[in-house]
């Protein structure tokens, strides 16, 4: 099993200690976690300092991903962009969130053009991805103005888009009031990447609560400490022979570094 973070958890344990950023990527390297997580434009920012990060630290870029609005306008070459920052970084994972649709949207005639063209742009950077040997992913985003938030639109976009893989995020399901482990079948052969991510509704004092379509209110949590069913869901995806990243997520802890540790110590069972 190979584990990753998010960049952003780094900053936020960088902030929340005393230790340089440098510091708490030799701290959980040592602890096991390999790989980085991180969004196109914050590495695109500070290219030579993170890669100058990972070389000292034995990680490397696990997956980037990157926000689009390829539902109204957003020219698809930028796209592209991101494939060859993969490339570039020798990352081999890049994960998409292809826009949004809301308020007059919503209208079935308008959402079915603001679909095809998210599903137009995908096929387009999944053709380019592939003639680079990158992957791309797309993963269950918890935002009810994200057509793929719940595992039908989610599917949809998968079995329409040629090449798009599943990134299966175990907490993001729960948003859309799903059962993750009762969804994976529908997933269990198209996935390529793994957002480990468990949520309580344990009231956790001075952080801000994700809320489920259904008002309920989430909080993070490390992994296996949630009602996520975690175990279930990794020996499951471990199964089938997958044996790539799982990467620990856990935005918004007050307590990101030891969420990390706690995280990956958990997961070593597997």
């Not at 020219?75 to 890049?94: H, M, P, S, T, Y």
């Not at 009231?203 to 175990?231: D, F, L, N, W």
């Amino acid at each position: 099993m190979k584990v990753s973070v998010f960049y952003e958890h780094i900053l936020e344990a960088a902030d929340q200690s005393s230790m340089t950023v440098l510091e708490v990527c030799k701290n959980i390297s040592s602890c096991g976690i390999m790989g980085i997580e991180i969004e196109n434009v914050r590495l695109k920012e500070n290219e030579e300092e993170i890669m100058k990060i990972t070389r000292q630290t034995d990680m490397e870029i696990s997956c980037i991903y990157g926000f689009y609005d390829f539902s109204h306008q957003e020219d698809i070459k930028n796209g592209f962009e991101i494939v060859d920052l993969a490339k570039k970084v020798n990352a081999k994972k890049v994960m998409l969130i292809p826009g949004f649709v809301k308020g007059i949207e919503l209208l079935p005639f308008i959402y079915k053009r603001k679909m095809n063209k998210m599903v137009s742009a995908l096929i387009a950077v999944c053709n380019y991805a592939k003639i680079n040997n990158i992957t791309v992913v797309l993963e269950d985003f918890d935002d009810k103005i994200a057509p793929y938030c719940n595992a039908k639109g989610l599917k949809y976009f998968i079995d329409h888009v040629d090449g798009l893989k599943c990134a299966f995020d175990t907490g993001n399901f729960l948003y859309s009031e799903e059962d993750s482990l009762e969804v994976l079948p529908m997933f269990i052969d198209q996935i390529a990447h793994v957002h480990c991510k468990d949520r309580t509704f344990d009231k956790k004092e001075g952080e801000i609560p994700k809320e489920t379509i259904k008002g309920r209110q989430m909080y993070s949590c490390a992994v296996g400490s949630g009602c996520i069913k975690m175990k279930e869901i990794i020996e499951k995806v471990i199964g089938t022979g997958y044996d790539d990243y799982f990467a620990i997520e856990h935005f918004g802890s007050l307590t990101q570094l030891n969420d990390m540790i706690k995280s990956v110590e958990w997961l070593q069972q597997f």
